[in-house]
């Protein structure tokens, strides 16, 4: 898509022709002569002439049927858009809706998201590991999308979408987000192998798409699934993206704070190592049974993560090998973080059999070395 043709609307040439209003001298513009409607219009036209040249392209590989898809209820609201459970020719799929506009009004920021959407498709759909959530498919297009009337998760959900809404459809996994089932075992803990299983899951997820120049950029609790069988898979690839191969190229708060790598919320270039750094946050989460930086404001969080350091407090009871990762995956410099290959193998390494969790071998009440519970 030639996002770049977008811009070229604003450029003063473009301007002259259509107000006439700027100097050949200094190209400064008055600001009382530009014929803002004019304008708008041709920026407009041309991005439709862009929908319509994509609607003619040949079918990818990737698109799915929608007349196959079949949305049952909500999932979950997000701000890009709507997550549904559905079946997609027989088979059972979680569904996210993108909502970027409305019918009629055409940006260029929509069409920017609908060219990097394209482009994260034609990866999603070639990945294939355990550990990551099976793509099924996606459309450009949702005019031929049946919504459900009723929803029973929430009242929030639109009735309809813009025709260029778009779409992507997943595996469905049953055991729910890895936050949801920390929260269960909030007061309990997890026995140490089973802490150890499901950050191996993660790692080996995680290495898998660093191989593949894959940057998830909001790796969290939130964003792994279980599957029937407790295995964590990681999903929602909203805002991953292909690695660059200049660092310089990949900046601005990408993520979610509290598992954010201080460069990230610094506004500083980045690479895969940020995600390092929040598979560090979740290790420790996963190990506590906790939420990090329960008592403190998003603000007082970016600030003390990058100014002072501010990592969450690794109980006493924790092994030192377990503490040693988390440690090393969290360092404030990117470079010192270990590659994700190279935290799976330290993971593997570790004896389990003589425990080492919150939760004693024995079943008894665990760790005291941790503060009181906390988080939600």
């Avoid at 003619?56 to 549904?84: C, F, M, Q």
């Avoid at 002072?308 to 969290?330: D, F, G, T, Y």
């Amino acid at each position: 898509m030639d996002v770049k043709a977008i811009d070229d609307v604003k450029t003063p040439r473009k301007l002259e022709k259509a107000t006439g209003s700027v100097s050949n001298k200094d190209m400064f513009l008055r600001a009382d002569k530009i014929d803002i409607k004019s304008l708008d219009l041709q920026l407009e036209k041309h991005l439709n002439k862009i929908l319509a040249m994509e609607t003619k392209r040949p079918k990818e590989e990737w698109e799915i049927d929608l007349s196959k898809l079949d949305l049952r209820h909500v999932i979950a609201n997000g701000a890009y858009g709507t997550v549904y459970s559905a079946t997609y020719d027989n088979q059972d799929v979680a569904v996210k809706v993108l909502d970027w506009g409305e019918d009629g009004i055409v940006t260029s920021a929509a069409m920017r998201l609908r060219a990097s959407f394209r482009q994260q498709v034609a990866v999603w759909h070639k990945l294939e590991h355990p550990n990551v959530t099976r793509f099924v498919g996606a459309s450009m297009r949702t005019c031929n999308l049946k919504i459900p009337l009723t929803n029973p998760a929430t009242d929030d959900a639109p009735k309809s979408y813009p025709s260029r809404s778009c779409c992507v459809a997943v595996e469905y996994l049953p055991g729910g987000t890895l936050k949801q089932y920390l929260i269960r075992n909030r007061r309990k803990k997890l026995a140490f192998k089973v802490v150890i299983q499901l950050a191996l899951d993660i790692s080996r997820g995680l290495s898998y798409l660093h191989s593949n120049k894959i940057v998830h950029r909001d790796i969290k609790t939130d964003n792994l699934l279980l599957d029937a069988h407790g295995i964590v898979k990681i999903a929602d690839f909203g805002v991953a993206r292909i690695e660059a191969q200049n660092p310089e190229e990949m900046t601005g708060e990408t993520g979610t704070l509290g598992y954010m790598a201080p460069e990230v919320i610094d506004g500083k270039p980045y690479n895969r190592r940020c995600d390092v750094y929040s598979f560090g946050i979740c290790l420790w989460e996963i190990y506590c049974c906790d939420m990090p930086y329960p008592v403190l404001s998003f603000a007082d969080v970016s600030s003390a993560v990058v100014r002072q350091n501010l990592r969450p407090e690794i109980p006493r009871c924790c092994p030192s090998s377990l503490a040693n990762i988390m440690r090393k995956c969290w360092d404030a410099n990117p470079e010192k973080r270990p590659e994700m290959m190279v935290v799976v193998r330290m993971l593997e390494a570790i004896d389990t059999t003589r425990g080492g969790g919150m939760i004693p071998e024995d079943k008894s009440p665990g760790c005291f070395c941790f503060a009181p519970a906390r988080g939600p």
